[in-house]
Every structure is written in structure tokens, then in C-alpha cells.
């Protein structure tokens, strides 16, 4: 089976989840560019292996997606047996969906997550245009669904996969012990203290400042670690500095491999942001056993923890109820390990391989 695949950039999620897509069928992927302008260098590590990698020219905009004609040589009759389209909203992503409508040509809308907000009438009727006009959806679960079926996708051809970054191998098999922990907290050079960790671009969004204020709520005994980087560093910075807090450390942007040994040694994962479509840190951090806090605006969340199970879910920006969550995680070792074992289990569905596999099972279904 001849694949196409169109997306923005290379992540290495992505370019993960393309080879293992790769070794179940003939895939070609495009690239709208080469990287983000946001993006660490670093961060672009994962290569193709088992696909083709296509970089098409044209003219980038924004911070991650370009306009690039090109694409039409691709979009063609006999040349594949699919068309998946991994996004709607870049410009060549419309450009690809209305030539597919001019040359009547069938194509699946993938959609990594979405939340539906309060937008105009023109926005919305953007919207509807560019994803009803597929043949079928892609969806990361029920709220994705939701989303994509309030713009007019059709519900008896939705079809849903388990979203991931992460491979059976990266997995652990239980939570780590107390005394595991405190071996990898000596090795990088942490507090052998109860340790929260929160991963991502330093940025408005992500929440971190809410986080922040809300650690002065929390036991003085707990560490909290954030790391990822970005254009907020500073104001993070002085946030704590007002605050006098002396258990908060900020990290840069780490590898994978790197962050692994983070997730491992910490006790908690948070992610206070006030908006992620879906939030793959929250699949790495329930990979590596810990439980989650995280809010009503992470499609993770919403998809993978189960309130009071293996983590929390908060309203964002309450930075009482966010304290009270951590608070009584920390506090509580048995509630640790317990809400550890919910998030492994629920994770080992949700890997690399599975989502090749679902994946192959839609496109031969989509093909025939």
C-alpha cells in the first residue's frame, strides 16, 4: 500500500511514529520545512529510516509551516493509494485540501487534538470548509471527535488512534522504588526530597508562572523542577525570586535520553497549561510511572487521566486547587505508587507501535 503523508515539520515524535508507520506499508512523507523558528536545534533529532522524506520548497510562515506549490506534483491520481493530510490550518495544508476537491481526489484530515473556543462566524465557516471536505478523519479520542464533528466532520467515519511518542521499550514495567529514585536524584544532582517535574516551552501558555505561585502554597519541603526553556526564562526567574522560593530550579531544553532520567527520578509530572491540543509529555511522564496533575484545557488529560485514579485534573490558572493536588500526592507515598501503576497501565496502549498498527488497520479499511 502506497502512502502519502503531508505534515509541517519533522518532530521527532513524528518522524518516530513514520518509522514504525514505514514497516507496515510504502510511505512518502512530506515536510512543509525543516524546522520550527521556535524550536531548539537540538530538538530535531530523529531521522527517517524506513520512509521517504520529502522537503518541499516554497515560502515559510509563521513560526512552523510554509506555502509550497510543489505540492501539487504529488497530488495526483495512481501516484498512492492514501491521502492523509496532517493539518488544515497552514497554508499548504488549505492549498492541499482545495486541490484534492479540484481533482476529486479523497483524502484523510489528521488532527493530533482540538478544543472548541468562541470564535466569529468567518473563523468558524473557515473551519468547517477546510475539515468537512475530507473523506475521513483521524482522531486522537473523544474530545478530538468532538471537535473535529462540530466542523463538520461525519461521526460514522471517524476514526480513532491511540497518540503517542513513546515505544513499548520506554515503558516501565512498575513504579520505580524509593530508593531507585534516590540513586538517580544523587546522579543528577538532586535534593533526595519529594520531587515535582514539569516539562515544556517556557511560554505564556504552558502555565508555568501559575505553577510557580502556586509552589508557595506547597510543602517547603518539596523540590520542583521545570525544564524546557524559552522566551519566558527571565520573567519565570524573577517570579521566584519575589517569591523567595528556594526549591524551584529551572532547566533548559534536555534530549529525550536526557529527560527520561528526570521523569525517573522525579515523583509527580504537572503540566498547568491553559491550553494544549493534546500534551505528549503527559504519555512520557506516565511511561515512567508517575502520576499526573495537569488541567481542563490538556486533550491528554482529558484522554488519559482519570481524576483521582492516576493523577488529577484541575481548572487552569486556580493556583489553590492546583496546591491541594500536589500537596496530597507528595505527601502520600502509597497514593504515589498506586496512581504510578494506573498511569503505566493505561500508557501500554498507548505506544508507537499500536498507533502504526491502528493506523494500517484505517487505511486498508479507507483503501478498499
Avoid at 86 to 92: H, V
Wanted: aromatic share 10%; net charge positive.
Amino acid at each position: 500500500m502506497k502512502v502519502l503523508f503531508l505534515v509541517n515539520i519533522p518532530s521527532p515524535y513524528r518522524v518516530d511514529f513514520f518509522n514504525e508507520l514505514g514497516k507496515l506499508c510504502d510511505l512518502t512523507v512530506l515536510y512543509e520545512r525543516k524546522a520550527a523558528a521556535d524550536r531548539n536545534e537540538n530538538w530535531l533529532s530523529s531521522k527517517s529510516k524506513s520512509f521517504k522524506e520529502v522537503f518541499l520548497k516554497g515560502k515559510n510562515i509563521r513560526k512552523d509551516t510554509a506555502f509550497n506549490p510543489e505540492i501539487t506534483k504529488y497530488l495526483r491520481k495512481g501516484l498512492f493509494d492514501l491521502f492523509i493530510i496532517g493539518g488544515y490550518s497552514s497554508p499548504t495544508g488549505m492549498f492541499a485540501i482545495e486541490n484534492c476537491k479540484l481533482k476529486k481526489i479523497p483524502f484523510i484530515l489528521n488532527a493530533d487534538g482540538g478544543i472548541i473556543g468562541t470564535e466569529g462566524k468567518i473563523k468558524y465557516k473557515m473551519k468547517k470548509h477546510f475539515i468537512g471536505s475530507a473523506s475521513a478523519w483521524l482522531s486522537t479520542g473523544s474530545n478530538t471527535s468532538n471537535y473535529l464533528i462540530h466542523y463538520g466532520a461525519k461521526k460514522e467515519k471517524m476514526y480513532v488512534y491511540p497518540f503517542s511518542s513513546i515505544s513499548e521499550k520506554n515503558v516501565i514495567n512498575t513504579p520505580l522504588s524509593f530508593q531507585i529514585k534516590s540513586v538517580i536524584k544523587k546522579k543528577l544532582g538532586i535534593e533526595n526530597k519529594p520531587t515535582a517535574i514539569a516539562v515544556g516551552q517556557f511560554i505564556h501558555r504552558k502555565g508555568f508562572d501559575t505553577l510557580i505561585n502556586s509552589w508557595a502554597k506547597v510543602n517547603s519541603e518539596y523540590n520542583l523542577l521545570v525544564i524546557g526553556g524559552g522566551e519566558k526564562e527571565q520573567e519565570l526567574n524573577e517570579q521566584i525570586r519575589k517569591l523567595n522560593l528556594t526549591n524551584v530550579t529551572l532547566l533548559d531544553f534536555m534530549s529525550s535520553n536526557q529527560l527520561t532520567e528526570y521523569y525517573k527520578a522525579s515523583d509527580l509530572f504537572i503540566l498547568p497549561t491553559r491550553e494544549d491540543i493534546w500534551g505528549l509529555v503527559v504519555n512520557e511522564a506516565m511511561a515512567n510511572g508517575l502520576p499526573v496533575i495537569t488541567t481542563e484545557k490538556c486533550v491528554a488529560g482529558l484522554e488519559l487521566i482519570t481524576d483521582g485514579e492516576n493523577g488529577y485534573i484541575v481548572p487552569i490558572e486556580n493556583e489553590l486547587i492546583l496546591s491541594e493536588r500536589i500537596n496530597e500526592i507528595l505527601v502520600n507515598r502509597e497514593l504515589k505508587n498506586k496512581m504510578g501503576e494506573k498511569s503505566i497501565e493505561k500508557i501500554k496502549q498507548y505506544t508507537l507501535e499500536s498507533m502504526a498498527k491502528r493506523h494500517i488497520e484505517i487505511f486498508e479499511k479507507e483503501a478498499t
